[in-house]
DNA sequence: CGGAGGTTTGACGTCCCTCAAGGTAGGTGG
DNA sequence: CCACCTACCTTGAGGGACGTCAAACCTCCG
C-alpha cells in the first residue's frame, strides 16, 4: 500500500506455497498491490472454480477460508510490531515470523534461510527507513544475536532474538500442522 | 494484544452489530484477547450451527467469509496506519474509519458521533501515547478540523480530515452494501 | 572505465515519549 | 455544605529514538 508520497508500506509477505490474494475471491475488488520480489511461478485459481468448490466441499471451503484467517492473525501481529515494539524489536520480529514460516513449509532447515530483500523492504515492512534497518542490523550482529548478508538470514541466539521481538509463533497455528479445520 | 510489560495495543474496534470473534471458529483458538469498553448486548453463535452452516448454504457461508475478510482489510488499513502516518495523520485516520463504519450501520447521521473511548485508548489504538493524543486532539480543534468533548466527536473540515489521514474510505467496502458476495 | 544499486557511517534535526505538575468533573463520606 | 478521592485531560520541560542529509564504499555490469 503507498502513501501519498508514493512511499510503500507492506502488509504481508508471501512466500513460495502461499495462497496469494485468496482475499480478493469474497471481497471481489482489492485495496493493496501484489508484486513480487523475486522471480516467480504461478498457478491461476478461476474465481468460477472457487465459487463451484464452496457450493460443492464445504470441508475444502473452511479449509480456504482458514487460510486467510491465517492471513488475519499476521496482519494482527503486524499490527502488534508496529505498534508496540522498537526498531530493534520490529526487525527482529519481522525476521522471526518469516524464518518460522519458512520452517513450517520446509524451506529452512536450522538457523539460516534466504531472505531476497533489500533493507529498504525490510525497511517498508517495519515503517522503517533503510537507514535504520542498516543500524539495527548491525546491531542484531554486534549482539550476537543475528546476522544478515548476501541475503542470507542466520540466527545466532534465536532466543534472545525472540525476547527483543517478543515473538511467540502460537499465532502462526503451526503446532496442529497449518489446515486445522 | 499486550506486550511484555503489559501495555495493550489495540488491533481492532468493534461496533454494535458485529460480528465478533468470528474469527474463532475456523482458527479454533484466538491470538488475541476481546473486551468491551461499555456495556453490550451479546447473542452467542455456536461453532456447531455455524459448521452447519457451512454444509447446508454456500452463499450465506460466502457471507461469513466476507465479513472476516472486511476485518481483515481494515487490519490492512491499520498497518498502513501505524507504518506511514504521523501521530497527527494516525488519530485523524482512527476517527474518519470509525466514523464512515458508524455512518454505515446507521448509528451516526452528519459530522457527529458517540466514541466512549478514552485519550488512553486512542492512543493504544494508534500506538501513541495518551498524552501525545491530548496534544494531537488538540491540533485538530485548533485547526478547525475536528473537536472531541465528552466522549463526541464532531468534524468540522472533513475534507482535510481526509487529506491528513490520507483517508480512503474504498476498502470498507460500503458502496456496494456491505454484504456483496 | 563509468554508472547503478545497495550498504555503512556520521552529524544533525525533529517527532514523540517521559516525567512532572496542575486542572476539571464526578463520587463519596463527613 | 466542604473535604477528599479517582479518573481523565492539559500543558511544559527535557531527552531519546528515529529520520534526514551527506559522503564514502562495495559489487556487479555494461
Redesign the pocket.
Known sequence: MDDRKGHRQLVALHLPGDFVDLHGFPLQRLDHDVASLTEVSVAFAPHTKLTEITQDYPHLTRMLWFSTLLDAAMYREWIFRLGRL???GRVAHFLAETHCRLVATGLSHGQRFRLPL???DI?EAC??????V??M??ELRDQGIASM?EQTVEFLDRDRLYRIAEFDPKYLYLDDGILVP
Not at 515503517?127 to 535504520?132: C, S
Open positions: 522498537n526498531a530493534l533489500t533493507q529498504a525497511g515503517g522503517l527507513t533503510n537507514i535504520h542498516s543500524r542490523l548491525k548478508e
